[in-house]
């Protein structure tokens, strides 16, 4: 084995030379390729930076918003809860007048009821004298009760239309009224 020394002075100047030239350009291409290296690790290290930065910042954003779309729906929420307690109020409160509206028309409806029926047993004691009347055949009470019947029938007859027309009212509004109480959510 050769020495380092005898290679050494094997070489000649030119070959030390290249070595050297060659040693140095290595070198400062080394130098060059770390240089490089560490320009793209700092690129790499800022790009990491701002992209974190910016995550953070994306972050802080959506966090933002998530606040805000839970504070609208509890606001939407709270006041949902509210209408709703208000529409329970006023239908409780309504409650007692549609009570009273009902007891109304069935307190009128049985006054008619009741007319119609004594009205009935009007007709029935009319007809009764009538055959009573006609029985004994006196003719002065007769010509007198007929001339007062077509009169009192016209009356019955109006008595009876108004009633049923009242009926028809009633009915009507009773009908109208159930709507509303469904509409309302009382029933």
């Known amino acids: 084995m050769m020495n380092i020394t005898q290679f050494l002075d094997n070489m000649s100047e030119e070959s030390i030379l290249a070595i050297g030239v060659f040693s140095f350009a290595l070198f400062f291409y080394v130098m060059r390729l770390i240089g490089l290296l560490k ?14 930065e910016s995550f953070e910042s994306d972050l802080k954003i959506l966090n933002g918003l998530l606040d805000e779309l839970r504070h609208e729906f509890t606001d939407l929420q709270d006041d949902l809860e509210e209408q709703l307690v208000k529409h329970e109020m006023t239908t409780l409160s309504m409650n007692p007048k549609f009570k009273r509206i009902e007891q109304l028309i069935s307190t009128t409806l049985e006054k008619q009821n009741s007319s119609l029926r004594e009205l009935n047993s009007c007709f029935r004691n009319i007809d009764s004298s009538i055959a009573g009347i006609s029985n004994e055949r006196t003719n002065g009470g007769i010509g007198s009760l007929n001339e007062l ?6 009356k019955i007859r109006n008595l009876d239309d108004s009633g049923k027309l009242q009926s028809s009212y009633v009915n009507e509004m009773q009908r109208d ?3 509303v109480k469904r509409a309302c959510g009382v029933e």
């Open 149 to 154: 019947l077509p009169k009192l029938i016209q």
């Open 39 to 52: 320009t793209q690790v700092q690129a790499y290290e800022e790009a990491d930076k701002s992209g974190r």
């Open 177 to 179: 009224l159930q709507l």
